[in-house]
């Protein structure tokens, strides 16, 4: 049977089976030599977490140590590293591990911003580019207009006119109410 080194373990040759309660991973680990704690995926995942943490760290350190527009510094989890432009982004930094000469090559093309500013700073962005889509949106498409239908209900309550049908309207509605019988209170 092969464990998780590949390495082919026979149950019957090593002599004894796993203890009650300790599970197989260890049975074959203590067998074959390996620690069993740097095969659980607990610790794996562990090992990773700190090493991005490291790695962000030594990032932080190397673009200042704060963020450029504000100079944040209290919290590195609230720092972040803003690609200036996207299309010459290779990888995430904080989020994965590479050769520090590769991190160095990616952090030269950002800067580092606190949370508050880099959504400042996408927020300015997005809305430049909602500015330049309206221009073209209206060239191709002018602007409608809603008319008023003067003397109606869609011209003095709708659109707010008041020319003097829209105005006569109103006053007509208003003294017709005052007609109406009142309904009986039987």
């Not at 520090?100 to 580092?112: F, G, N, P, S």
Request: aromatic share 8%; charged share 25%.
């Amino acid at each position: 049977m092969y464990g998780y080194t590949g390495v082919a373990v026979n149950h019957e040759s090593v002599g004894s089976s796993p203890a009650p309660g300790a599970g197989w991973l260890n049975f074959l680990c203590s067998t074959i030599g390996v620690s069993a704690r740097v095969r659980d995926p607990k610790y794996l995942n562990w090992i990773v977490s700190e090493s991005r943490r490291k790695l962000k760290l030594k990032a932080i350190a190397y673009k200042g140590g704060g963020c450029a527009r504000c100079g944040y510094d209290k919290c590195p989890v609230s720092l972040v590293f803003h690609h200036e432009d996207p299309s010459v982004k290779e990888f995430g930094v904080a989020t994965q591990i590479r050769s520090w000469a590769k991190v160095k090559a990616e952090l030269d093309k950002t800067t580092l911003l606190c949370a508050n500013c880099h959504g400042e700073t996408h927020h300015e962005l997005n809305e430049q580019v909602r500015l330049v889509r309206q221009a073209e949106v209206r060239q191709i498409v002018p602007e409608r207009v809603p008319r008023p239908e003067h003397g109606s209900h869609r011209g003095y309550q709708t659109n707010g006119c008041r020319c003097e049908a829209c105005v006569r309207w109103n006053r007509d509605r208003q003294n017709s109410r005052k007609l109406l019988p009142m309904k009986p209170t039987w």
